[in-house]
Every structure is written in C-alpha cells, then in structure tokens.
C-alpha cells in the first residue's frame, strides 16, 4: 500500500497545526521579553528568572494530570478548557505591573500551556494516517519550530517599535486564533469521548506515567540537558565572539533546514524504521554542537546552526512518534509522558549549563556538552534501538 495515498494535510491537521502553532508562538515570545518586563519594572534579575521558572514548573506539574483527562474526559472538552485557560491569561497580563499578580497570571499561564500542548499532541496523533506517522508528527512539530523562530522576532521588534501594552494584546489576538482554530478541530469518531472511566479525574499514582514511554523520554532529556544550553544562552555566546548580528539569524537557518528536510526525513522514519533516522540525528546534533564551540565566524556559527536544527528538529518528533506508537490506544497519557520528562531535562539543563558556563566559558561548554549527546546513542539503543523490530517495513506495509 503507498502511504502517499492517505491524505495528511485535512482540516483538522491544519487546524491542529495552528493551534499549536499560536500557543508556541506565546510561550516564546513571552519566554525572551517576560524577564525584560520584570526588570524595567524594577523587580531585579532574580525575579525575571523566576517568572520563566514558575511558567515551566506549572506546565510540567500539570502534563501527567492533563494525559489522564485527555484519556478518561475526552480530547475535545480538554482542549477548550486549557485554550481558554491560555487566553485568559494571556489577557491577564495587561491588567497589572504588579509582581505578585504577574506570578500568578504566569502560574495559570503554565497549566493552559500544560494542558493545551498535550491534548494538541494527542490530536496530532488521532488526524495523522498511521502509516504516514513519521512523517506527519515531523511536519507537527515544524509548528514549534516556526514558533520558535517568529516568536522571539516578532516580541522584541514589539518592544522597539511599540511597547508592552501593544505585545500583551499581541499575545491575547494569538491566543483566541489558538481557541478558534481548536474549536473547529474534527476528532476521530473513537477519539471524541472518554475511553476509560469517565468519572476519573484525579488518577491513581501509577496512571500518571506511561511506563513503556520512560525509556524514549529519559533519552531525549538528556539531550535535552545539552539544547538547554542554545537555547538559553546561544545569542550570549555569539555577542561574546562579536558576532551578534549573526546571532539573529543562528535560528533562521535553523528553520530554514528544517523546512528544506522535513519531507524527507518523516518519510524515511515510516520507510527505514526508527534507527536510521534518530541515530544520524543524534550524531548530527553533537556534531553541531562541536562546530558551535569552534565558531570564530559568522559561517561556522551559522553552520552550526544547520546542524543543531536538522539533528535537534528530526530527534524530537522522531521520539515523539515512537513514544507514541508504544501506546497508540493512550496518545494523551504518553504525549503527556514524553514531554514531562523531556521538560524536565530542558529546566535541569537550563540551571546545569548556567552554572558550567561561568566556570568554563561556554566554548568549552559547547565543546563537552557533544559528549554528552553522543552518549545518548548507546541510551537509545540501549534502552529502545536494540529491542526495535526487524520487520518494521513489512509490518508498516510501506512501498515505495
């Protein structure tokens, strides 16, 4: 059977694509201007820090919650319920300057990110053919890659050219585009509803994890711990060599691969099978990094950049997709898995290489951290690669 034969691109992919795409593109924007805010305001760096730590830690509390609901509640009622969520907070945030309410407002904020990223996923999953997986959860998370690339753009050009008035209504227009695309989502007939006990609400312990999942997870945070350390602290790194300017398109470029190699490598994931698409991306990634810490150029920064992306930009939904074929029957409950634990190896990252840098320079930084992403490949096949099956291709029934 050719794959190419079930459509991927319908309505509801589209609109699951964007609204996932809107919610991103909040979070980042608010991710480099929110510790701006807080310090013209005069409440000092400690607290501008705490307000991207208090958002994550919400967001990570309530993913394990958010899977549960996703699978005993129904997809659908969820999601309303966290795009309103992250709307009304994303209002909230014009209302008030002050400190403490702003730590609130973030606090809410992480349960509607939470809540919305999860059930979007597992939407994401329900839309996508099963024999095109791969390739559909590669261009899914090609959302969180644009979001990654405008949101930061789009916030400080917002404060240069307006002020923060005018960027928290932009995020509030963003997130009701995020609601009503939701809304006008399709949910397969089997998916619209509860699919365990309808009155479960707050789960037993052992249902907040999908064990068969942990194994996946655990291998991208710990090549998570080494992306939390470009992501943070990357444009600082490139100021420091006099290559600033080149600093603003280091993630452009990263977009840019990952257009140009999506269509590509989510269909060798669902021809090939899981090994030959996330070993090479791992290597890549590590590889990226090596040529970060050598960057004396804007080149060999933007090279690295290339790098990072196409190695970082086809792991992440490439372990996304294997997590979620480990239990398609609970796409909510594993999403909420992978991307609980992977968070959590963002933020111990985050902490980890804030410290290392200021001990060793972040070109040595860069320079150790390709060892610790090329560990993961004897994780991954430690823990899922070696138990891969063969016949992958023929159980795929993938023809060219």
């Known amino acids: 059977m050719n794959t190419t034969n079930e459509k991927l691109w319908t309505w509801s992919f589209v609109n699951v694509w964007l609204s996932n795409f809107f919610v991103f593109l909040v979070f980042y924007l608010l991710f480099v201007t929110m510790p701006i805010f807080i310090i013209d305001t005069g409440a000092g760096e400690g607290a501008a820090g705490l307000v991207i730590t208090i958002f994550l830690l919400s967001a990570i509390l309530i993913r394990p919650l958010s899977g549960h609901w996703v699978e005993n509640l129904g997809r659908m009622p969820i999601l309303i319920t966290a795009l309103i969520i992250f709307f009304v907070s994303s209002a909230l945030y014009l209302l008030t300057e002050a400190l403490p309410f702003i730590l609130l407002i973030r606090f809410l904020h992480g349960i509607g990110f939470g809540m919305a990223t999860t059930v979007l996923g597992a939407l994401a999953a329900d839309v996508i053919p099963d024999r095109r997986k791969g390739e559909g959860m590669g261009y899914f998370a090609m959302s969180m890659n644009f979001a990654m690339v405008i949101g930061p753009f789009l916030g400080l050009t917002l404060l240069q050219s307006f002020n923060y008035t005018i960027m928290f209504l932009s995020c509030a227009i963003a997130a009701v585009v995020a609601l009503l695309t939701g809304v006008t989502i399709r949910v397969p007939g089997t998916r619209t509803g509860a699919t365990v006990d309808r009155g479960s609400v707050i789960p037993k312990l052992d249902g907040l994890f999908e064990k068969s999942v942990i194994p996946i997870a655990v291998t991208g945070a710990i090549v998570a711990l080494a992306y939390a350390g470009v992501l943070s602290f990357v444009s600082v790194y490139a100021t420091d060599l006099g290559l600033g300017q080149a600093a603003s398109y ?151």
């Open 250 to 400: 280091f993630f452009m470029v990263y977009a840019i691969v990952l257009l140009i190699s999506r269509p590509f490598t989510g269909r060798w994931f669902d021809q090939y099978g899981e090994n030959v698409i996330v070993i090479p991306a791992i290597v890549t990634f590590g590889i990226g990094l090596i040529v970060l810490s050598m960057a004396n150029s804007a080149i060999m920064l933007l090279v690295s950049g290339g790098l990072i992306g196409l190695g970082w930009g086809t792991m992440v939904p490439s372990m996304q997709t294997i997590a979620l074929q480990k239990v398609p029957e609970r796409a909510g409950s594993a999403t909420a898995t992978f991307f609980t634990i992977f968070d959590i190896g963002v933020g111990f990252g985050s902490y980890i290489v804030g410290v290392a840098a200021t001990g060793i320079g972040f070109s040595s930084l860069y320079f150790n951290s390709s060892f610790v992403v090329f560990s993961a490949v004897f994780l991954y096949m430690w823990l899922h690669g070696k138990k891969k099956r063969s016949n992958h291709q023929a159980e795929i029934e993938y023809t060219s």
